[in-house]
T-cell receptor, first 116, second 115 residues
Framework: AQSVTQLDSQVPVFEEAPVELRCNYS??????LFWYVQYPNQGLQLLLK??????LVKGINGFEAEFNKSQTSFHLRKPSVHISDTAEYFC??????????????FGTGTQLKVEL | DVKVTQSSRYLVKRTGEKVFLECVQD?????MFWYRQDPGLGLRLIYF???????EKGDIPEGYSVSREKKERFSLILESASTNQTSMYLC??????????????FGEGSWLTVV
């Protein structure tokens, strides 16, 4: 079975400061990892994904994440946040062996609040 | 652009009613999903379908059923709505094989309140 832990339910940060949103996973096989963002009253939008290759993955809106197999982590970072980054962020994992649908397992989410 | 459309954004239903949540995607995706989103619990998979008339239970299927008669449409059915099914419901779709790099696309969600 696979699972995802997002330890921080809320992260407040000032505008133009750096931010890191933490994600740890558990799986007995190889994993594929994703970060999604949800703006208020909207569905989820893919930020970035790790499938294989380079462990540093760059996504949209200046976000990046690093896959660390030894620490089973996939933390999301941005060097300088903007007020428009205020949203909820979800980490998700699939091992690709869960049947024809390749379903994703999501974490509980981290609410990023950017303040002026 | 991929579009996943959920027909109702906001619904209020009474306990015991049969409720249908409809979802349509316009990109010929094989996979379709229904998730439930609750504060502090994240997204939990209710059911998914990888082909017409095919369905598999997710993590919390109890109290729900689904129907996929056409490739583009995936319906979530609450046979007898209860107050603990008050939630945000998200539909999603993707091409087969997420691990091959195919993205899951989400609709905007349906807020269901059961009174």
């Amino acid at each position: 079975a696979q699972s995802v832990t997002q330890l921080d339910s809320q992260v407040p940060v000032f505008e133009e400061a750096p931010v890191e949103l933490r994600c740890n996973y558990s799986s007995s096989v190889s994993v594929y990892l994703f970060w999604y963002v949800q703006y208020p009253n909207q569905g989820l939008q893919l930020l970035l994904k790790y499938l294989s290759g380079s462990t540093l993955v760059k996504g949209i809106n200046g976000f990046e994440a690093e896959f660390n197999k030894s620490q089973t982590s996939f933390h999301l970072r941005k060097p300088s946040v903007h007020i428009s980054d205020t949203a909820e962020y979800f980490c998700a994992v699939t091992n690709g062996f869960t049947g024809g649908g390749n379903k994703l397992t999501f974490g509980t989410g981290t609410q990023l609040k950017v303040e002026l | 652009d991929v579009k996943v459309t959920q027909s109702s954004r906001y619904l209020v239903k009474r306990t015991g009613e049969k409720v249908f949540l409809e979802c349509v995607q316009d990109m010929d995706h094989e996979n379709m999903f229904w998730y439930r989103q609750d504060p502090g619990l994240g997204l939990r998979l209710i059911y998914f379908s990888y082909d017409v008339k095919m369905k598999e239970k997710g993590d919390i299927p109890e109290g729900y059923s689904v129907s996929r008669e056409k490739k583009e449409r995936f319906s979530l059915i609450l046979e007898s709505a209860s107050t603990n099914q008050t939630s945000m419901y998200l539909c999603a779709s993707s091409l087969a094989g997420i691990s091959s790099g195919n993205t899951i696309y989400f609709g905007e969600g349906s807020w269901l309140t059961v009174v």
